[in-house]
């Protein structure tokens, strides 16, 4: 069964997946700023643990590499990019909009 493959010493082996995530960064109103501030916070602190690939200058798309062992925690590791992502934003008077998709694979969306 996928991600329950025993590599040496009945250890999980450890796999990866890669990702296209589409984040967009916005303020709450007109009134506030900081969606730029946010979305630099959340590329330094979040994405770059996944090997952070941006699509472009002022692109909302990136390419991320996600090292998992089980199906459980690849679902875990996503949850947790989107809430720090939100968590971050939020500090800043701001929301994120996203969604992920799997390159390849078996083309899973979160």
Same mark, same amino acid.
């Given at each position: 069964m996928d991600g329950e493959v025993p590599g040496e010493?009945?250890?999980?082996e450890v796999k990866t997946v890669q990702v296209e995530l589409y984040l967009r960064v916005e303020?709450?109103?007109s009134f506030v700023r900081g969606k730029g501030r946010s979305r630099e916070e959340i590329e330094a602190r979040v994405l770059s643990r996944? @090997?952070?690939r941006k699509g472009g200058?002022?692109?909302w798309t990136y390419t991320l590499t996600i090292p998992y062992t089980t199906?459980?925690?690849l679902e875990g590791i996503i949850a947790e990019i989107f809430q720090e992502a939100e968590c971050i934003a939020d500090l800043r008077n701001?929301?994120?909009e996203g969604d992920m998709r799997?390159? @390849?694979g078996q083309e899973r969306s979160w």
């Open positions: 010493q009945g250890q999980l303020n709450n109103n996944y @090997g952070m200058k002022d692109s199906d459980e925690e701001g929301f994120t799997e390159i @390849g």
